[in-house]
């Protein structure tokens, strides 16, 4: 009997489907194949662990239906955070969304990913607070704060952006983890990072 290969990341993950998958697991494949019409390999590798891939997901869920930023502000942070991050996979992945999902203004997703200034200034002060949040473990100066709740945010919002921040620390630090590849449809939003290093996915 023929053995079939399963498909791997660089470093030995599994990019497979469960084949016996819990109720809770399905109901994520069912919201992959809802939204994408596929399960993306951040889904598949995430599959490699429960907790990880379950967690995550909730996060999305969570901020999707309970979050008080709209759906084009969590793209935002998400994106923000998979470019300081040098991640590829989430990079390409998030432009995708704001051009499809969220209607983003062309030049606001340029300039997420060039790491430049936004055309609306509420969008850019939510821009700056994230990566002001993220890189100082969230010990921002009183000033920074006071700048995005002087744009229009309120603290329910800014516990918002933190769980943005970890929902996208969770899938870049898993697909650089796993060197994951970047599915076929996303692959064209993954070309032209300037200043991306070329060990990075």
């Not at 995430?46 to 909730?58: E, M, P």
């Not at 203004?105 to 200034?117: F, I, K, P, V």
């Not at 607070?129 to 329910?156: E, I, P």
Request: proline share 2%.
């Amino acid at each position: 009997m023929e053995t079939i290969e399963k498909k791997k990341t660089v470093r030995g993950f599994d990019l497979e489907l469960q084949q016996n998958p819990s109720s809770e697991v399905q109901a994520v494949y069912d919201w992959y194949n809802e939204v994408f019409q596929f399960v993306p390999n951040l889904g598949k590798l995430l599959s490699n662990s429960d907790a990880a891939l379950l967690s995550y997901t909730h996060m999305q869920w969570h901020l999707q239906k309970l979050g008080t930023l709209t759906p084009e502000e969590d793209n935002i942070v998400q994106l923000t955070i998979a470019v300081e991050n040098e991640c590829k996979y989430c990079t390409a992945g998030h432009t995708l969304a704001g051009k499809v999902l969220f209607n983003s203004a062309e030049e606001d997703l340029n300039a997420l990913r060039s790491r430049t200034a936004l055309s609306s200034k509420k969008f850019n002060a939510l821009h700056e607070f994230t990566k002001a949040v993220y890189h100082t473990n969230g010990r921002v100066r009183d000033k920074v704060l006071n700048d995005f709740r002087d744009a229009g945010y309120n603290n329910s919002q800014a516990l918002d952006v933190i769980t943005n921040i970890s929902a996208k620390v969770l899938s870049n630090f898993a697909n650089q983890l796993a060197m994951n590849e970047v599915d076929e449809p996303i692959q064209p939003f993954a070309e032209g990072l300037e200043g991306f290093s070329s060990d990075y996915r």
